[in-house]
């Protein structure tokens, strides 16, 4: 009998070792070059076949999220747009011109002193409020009490020789009647009694210049004002030709505002000053926003500067609350003229398309099937979508009634700083949109909700600092808007 195969597994040291030994043995048969292209085709071939499903994997993959992202925008376009609006209002609108103005204290008075002398004292306070006639500061009136007591007994001894004098002539002149004094004698006791009378009178002169110098050592305010940093501290000696004062005081009721207007405005001004109209002068702070006091026209400068083409105009205003400050930068506005039942709206609600001026007004319910293809047909063309980010909020409730927008032709008179006054178009207590219009078109649903800047949110600042004069009414008359040039999400 032969022996069991054994069955124990091959090492893979004793693998190894064969192999070389069955390579190199002359019976074993080496494999043929086309088995081994066919391997290699089969390889190629599987490769490419993964590739292609990767593909088509990836296709179907982006198809559904194209679909889905569909889906989702259609949602999203068929959900109102919020927008914030504000309604068009009917009242008394001035008409008026826009300058930069300077704050100019009505009075200032520098308060210096009119005799020399030791400033022994300031009786009022930096800021305080004086009232004219106040007392504010005290030089020593010694060296000045004591020339007033020495012109008073110079005075005195006058007094007595002139009566000694004017007895002495009264006996010349009755002896001289008698024949026994001579007339030149008589004469010289006359003069002599003249020359001492007019001594009396220089002392007197004296007396009061004295009294002048004491009376100037006490400083009264000479006007009612403020008074401004102190620029003497008592103990300092002050002299009458010095060229800083002790003190300034400033009065701030009433006050002036000067401002420069363009020369071609000063006929239409100076027309209005001739017929006796007090022309209204409003003041507003740096941002333009804020009204500061309202004054008067006081007066037009009588010359224009060459340099710049404007002449200056000083408004007076009471200044009651101290609203103004000496330098202060304001805008100004000087209306011209004010006018009854104008219609207004915001500048901020004004777009410009190809064929003029429009807005978008807000309408209850849901749109008319033209205006609901033309929203369509704008949001299928790429041109925005409603849900987007809006300043308006998108929160609103979804038990709202519904709302949508209409393009309305508008016809604009005149712009006046934030705000457009209009010839046609709408009518007062209609509803504009002020801030969301890029995503609108004409038709479109919308949430609306109230502006609470009536000026619209996006309204900009007629009288800002660097726009120069004229700034809020550069188109005074010309009937373009404010902003002409800007766009909105459609054309009417």
């Known amino acids: 009998m032969s022996a069991p195969m054994s069955s124990a597994p091959i090492s893979e040291q ?52 194209q679909t889905a992202q569909g889906q989702k925008m259609a949602a999203m376009m068929d959900r109102p747009t919020p927008v914030q ?37 300031v009786n009022v306070r930096e800021g305080q409020r004086v009232r004219q006639g106040e007392l504010i500061a005290e030089i020593d009136p010694a060296p000045y009490q004591a020339a007033l007591a020495q012109a008073q007994g110079q005075l005195a001894r006058d007094q007595a020789q002139h009566a000694n004098d004017q007895a002495q002539a009264d006996r010349y002149k009755a002896l001289l009647n008698a024949g026994v004094v001579s007339q030149e004698n008589t004469q010289a006791m006359v003069a002599a009694a003249g020359q001492s009378g007019g001594a009396i009178q220089a002392d007197f002169a004296a007396i009061q210049a004295a009294k002048v110098n004491v009376n100037y050592t006490k400083i009264l305010s000479p006007i009612n004002g403020v008074v401004g940093l102190r620029q003497v501290d008592p103990g300092n000696i002050v002299h009458a030709s010095d060229t800083n004062g002790l003190i300034v005081v400033t009065q701030l009721e009433p006050i002036a505002v000067i401002f420069t ?20 002068v409003e003041a507003y702070d740096r941002s333009g926003t804020n009204h500061l006091a ?64 429009y ?51 508008v016809k ?22 002020v801030d969301g219009q890029e995503k609108l078109r004409n038709g479109s649903r919308v949430s609306p909700k109230q502006s609470s800047n009536p000026n619209g949110p996006r309204a900009v600042n007629p009288n800002r600092a660097d726009t120069g004069v004229g700034a809020g009414s550069s188109d005074h008359g010309s009937g373009q808007p404010a902003n002409q040039g800007r766009t909105g999400g459609s054309q009417p």
């Open 14 to 65: 004793e693998t190894k070792a064969a192999l070389p030994a069955a390579k190199s043995h002359p019976s074993l048969p080496e494999p043929e070059p086309s088995q081994r292209s066919g391997a290699r085709k089969w390889i190629i071939l599987l490769v490419i076949a993964l590739a292609i499903g990767a593909a088509v994997w990836k296709i179907r993959q982006n198809t559904e999220n």
């Open 85 to 121: 609006t504000v309604q068009v209002q009917q009242k008394t609108m001035p008409i008026y011109l826009t300058a930069l103005g300077t704050v100019t204290a009505y009075y200032t008075v520098t308060v210096k002193s009119r005799v020399d002398g030791q400033l022994i004292k």
């Open 261 to 280: 207007l363009p020369e071609d405005h000063l006929p239409e001004v100076l027309d209005l000053i001739r017929q006796g109209r007090k022309l209204t």
């Open 294 to 357: 309202t004054g008067t026209v006081l007066t037009v400068d009588n010359q224009i500067d060459t340099t710049t083409g404007t002449v200056k105009v000083k408004a007076v205003f009471d200044n009651k609350d101290g609203a103004l400050f000496p330098n202060q930068f304001v805008n100004v506005r000087l209306v011209l003229q004010q006018r009854p039942n104008a219609i207004v709206i915001p500048a901020a609600a004004l777009l410009t398309g190809s064929q003029g001026n």
């Open 359 to 409: 807005v978008y007004t807000v309408k209850p319910g849901n749109p008319p099937a033209d205006l609901q293809e033309s929203a369509a047909a704008g949001h299928k063309g790429g041109r925005g979508h409603a849900g987007a980010g809006n300043s308006a909020g998108s929160g609103q409730s979804q038990k709202q009634p519904p709302f949508y927008v209409e393009a309305t032709t």
């Open 412 to 433: 604009v008179d005149l712009t006046e700083g934030a705000q457009v006054i209009l010839n046609s178009g709408v009518k007062a207590g209609d509803t504009v949109v």
